[in-house]
């Protein structure tokens, strides 16, 4: 199995992190929502929140892609195969 990723494998990604991210977002609410005290505004728990999801960015970018491709391809541990490039014109040989 060669390891090169279609172009949708990306999109789906990206799907799953939305997911996750609204999914940091709600927890992240309801935890601010229960500590911080009720006279501040609901700006700060938004600004809170977003520095949060910035913060876990690589996090949700890495769980995003293993989710997806785990979806998809299961894990064989036995099973080896040989590489082959689906793109040999792109090698840089000299």
């Known amino acids: 199995m060669s390891y090169y990723l279609e172009i949708g494998f990306w999109y789906g ?7 996750l991210s ?8 309801a935890a601010t929502s ?3 005290p009720e006279s501040w505004s609901p700006w700060i728990q938004v600004g809170i929140i977003c ?4 913060f876990l960015m690589p996090v949700t970018y890495a769980l995003s ?3 997806w ?3 998809f391809v299961q894990y ?5 195969e040989l590489h082959v490039n689906p793109h040999p014109e792109m090698t840089n040989s000299t």
Do not use: K, S
């Not at 064989?76 to 080896?80: L, Q, S, T, V």
């Open 13 to 19: 990604a990206m799907y799953v992190a939305y997911a």
């Open 22 to 29: 609204i999914g940091i977002f709600l927890i992240g609410w």
């Open 34 to 36: 229960l500590l911080l």
């Open 51 to 54: 520095a949060c999801i910035v």
């Open 65 to 67: 892609r293993l989710i």
């Open 69 to 71: 491709i785990n979806l």
């Open 76 to 80: 064989e541990p036995g099973r080896r």
